[in-house]
């Protein structure tokens, strides 16, 4: 079991999010009409559906990377998503062919970020277990543990909202639990988490709010 993760954050209030008649286009395509959604600001989000269903964009919809043709989406009823920062882990993560220390220096620099938290790295690495593989290659690593410096890596900055692509894949049944309690432990810090999954089995675990989209149509 992983030991309480220190408060990472100061809390995003859980903010709750509104999606009222939006519509979205994706490559001159429209994924989705008419889109009428409220996001509790309480739960972890659990987005669900099959390959190429719209997830991602409904993702980047959410945080305005794409930008809805219709409607408005409000956050805490304001219609300007707060200057927060987001961050998140994708199925491909990609790292420097050298050790976990300097991984987590070069996202540090690429994000022009002024300071390198020696402190609050160090507790993420011992908080997931990392901490006596800080001069390995990143390229020696267990899927689980790519799995957990990818996490480490989007958690530097302390964000407000985290999205989770599929965190499971290729992972042993423990290392399926040991990123389980961090996402639950994430979330009861103050971040607002949204996972992409297939497992409703997970969903349920997590006690997420679910959101199925099917054939551009949002279900829950």
Known sequence: MFKKLKPIINPCDYMPIDMIGVKVSYKNNIVFKNLN???????????????????STFIKTLFGIIKPIEGTIKYNKESLLPRKIISGVSQNNIFLRRNLDDNLRHITRISQATTFDEQHISHL?????????KKYSARNLSAGEK????????????PSFIFLDEPSNNLDKQSIEKIEEVIKNIHENGTKVFIITHSKKQSK???????????GAVLY
Do not use: T
């Open 37 to 55: 959604i409220s996001l509790e600001g309480n739960q972890i989000v659990a987005i669900m559906g099959k390959n190429g269903s719209g997830k």
């Open 125 to 133: 690495l011992k908080f997931f277990g990392l901490s006596n593989l």
């Open 205 to 215: 675990k997590l006690k997420a709010q679910e959101i199925f989209i099917e054939s």
């Open 147 to 158: 799995q957990k410096l990818a996490i480490i890596r989007a958690l530097i900055f302390k």
